[in-house]
């Protein structure tokens, strides 16, 4: 069997996509990502037919946060994107796919290989396309999510 799609999402930037009041309870706001995540894991995501290995990344406030069935959550000590970074690096093996509209964060995990797309591909938009094109048509910039 082939091994699944490994996608890792950045949560900060994701949840800080949409101006929705995330900002008054970061952790609620990143257990309903989360949970949002998890119908993914099996039907896929960004053009992709599933399953799919989701890991959400999570920094600050929403730090400890558990894990579901089909999303296994990593809380990050430091810099949620080094920790990103971190395992693009350490699951070089495989096909990886980072969600971020963070530009730093899109080049380095480009340098190691990975695919890059925007927060649209999890904010349920199910388009058809490849997983460039999206990530074309998102916007860029920093990271939405301000550390605590």
Do not use: Q
């Amino acid at each position: 069997m082939d091994t699944p799609l490994l996608v890792i999402v950045d949560a900060a930037n994701v949840v800080g996509s949409v101006p929705d009041g995330w900002w008054r309870d970061r952790r609620g706001a990143a257990e309903r990502l989360r949970d949002r995540l998890s119908a993914y894991a099996e039907g896929g995501l960004a053009g992709r037919a599933g399953p799919v290995e989701i890991v959400l990344v999570v920094e600050g406030a929403a730090r400890g946060i558990d894990s579901v069935p089909g999303v296994r959550v990593v809380s990050a000590s430091g810099s949620g994107d080094d920790r990103m970074v971190e395992l693009v690096a350490e699951f070089g093996d495989r096909e990886r796919l980072v969600v971020t509209a963070d530009r730093e964060l899109r080049r380095r995990v480009a340098e190691l290989g990975a695919e890059v797309t925007g927060p649209r591909s999890v904010r349920n938009d199910r388009r058809a396309g490849n997983a460039a094109e999206r990530a074309a048509d998102e916007p860029m910039g920093g990271s939405s999510y301000p550390e605590e």
